[in-house]
């Protein structure tokens, strides 16, 4: 059973940064996409950011050109560093692995999260 462990959160001003890291035990990590999800209050949860195994990335629309995800596969965390931040983004942040590159919905149980606020 594979556990997911983020961190990183915090409170920041608008137009600050924050490195979000996730930390997932299991062998598998290195070959598995993976993702990072948030959720705001009173909103569905929904992916931000994806990266393959071997790299490759997808980021939502929201978030293009602010959010950056990575990964280091002999440390088996996957990190998302986010400039430019918005009060909108304020949300828990989830990471997760996914089934396939494609898909949307993630493929562990999920960990705590970690709070991400943006003040105005």
């Known amino acids: 059973q594979v556990q997911l462990v983020e961190s990183g959160g915090g409170l920041v001003q608008a137009g600050g940064s924050l490195r979000l890291s996730c930390a997932a035990s299991?062998?598998?990590?290195?070959?598995?996409?993976m993702a990072w999800f948030r959720q705001a209050p009173g909103k569905q949860r929904e992916l931000v950011a994806r990266?393959?195994?071997?790299?490759?990335?997808n980021y939502a629309d929201s978030v293009k050109g602010r959010f950056t995800i990575s990964r280091h596969n002999a440390k088996n965390t996957v990190y998302l560093q986010m400039n430019s931040l918005k009060p909108e983004d304020t949300a828990v942040y989830y990471c997760?692995?996914?089934?396939?590159?494609?898909?949307?919905?993630?493929?562990?149980?999920w960990g705590q999260g970690t709070q991400v606020t943006v003040s105005s």
């Open positions: 997760n692995g996914l089934l396939s590159y494609s898909s949307d919905s993630g493929l562990w149980p």
């Open positions: 990266i393959s195994g071997g790299g490759r990335t």
């Open positions: 299991g062998s598998m990590f290195s070959i598995n996409h």
